[in-house]
Nanobody, 116 residues
Framework: QVQLVESGGGLVQTGGSLRLSCAAS????????MGWYRQAPGKQRELVAR???????DYADSVKGRFTISRDNAKNTMYLQMNSLKPEDTAVYYC??????????WGQGTQVTVSS
């Protein structure tokens, strides 16, 4: 079992920045990939960014150049630095951890609201 707790969401103006954190606990040694997903009202959940245990990263086209995902293995924490935020970034952001390729764990989500 893996437990994930997100923090760092909030309200920010267009062009502003936020940093999300995801603290992992439990069977963390079995985690391979971690990632951030988001879901806006009326839309499907979508991948924002992900990072492997080896440090390889992958980003959605809509956030490339603005968001940076990172992982501090010593602190069992993953981060998402979000810069140049836009109203279309408004969503609930979820932390995800993948174990044994097919088992997914999710955090409770944190709201990010970008005002225009």
């Amino acid at each position: 079992q893996v437990q994930l707790v997100e923090s760092g969401g909030g309200l920010v103006q267009t062009g502003g920045s936020l940093r999300l954190s995801c603290a992992a606990s439990g069977s963390i040694v079995s985690i391979t990939t971690m990632g951030w997903y988001r879901q806006a009202p009326g839309k499907q959940r979508e991948l924002v960014a992900r990072i492997t245990s080896g440090g390889s990263t992958d980003y959605a086209d809509s956030v490339k150049g603005r968001f940076t995902i990172s992982r501090d293995n010593a602190k069992n924490t993953m981060y998402l630095q979000m810069n140049s935020l836009k109203p279309e970034d408004t969503a609930v952001y979820y932390c995800n951890a993948v174990v044994k390729i097919i088992i997914n764990y999710w955090g409770q989500g944190t709201q990010v609201t970008v005002s225009s």
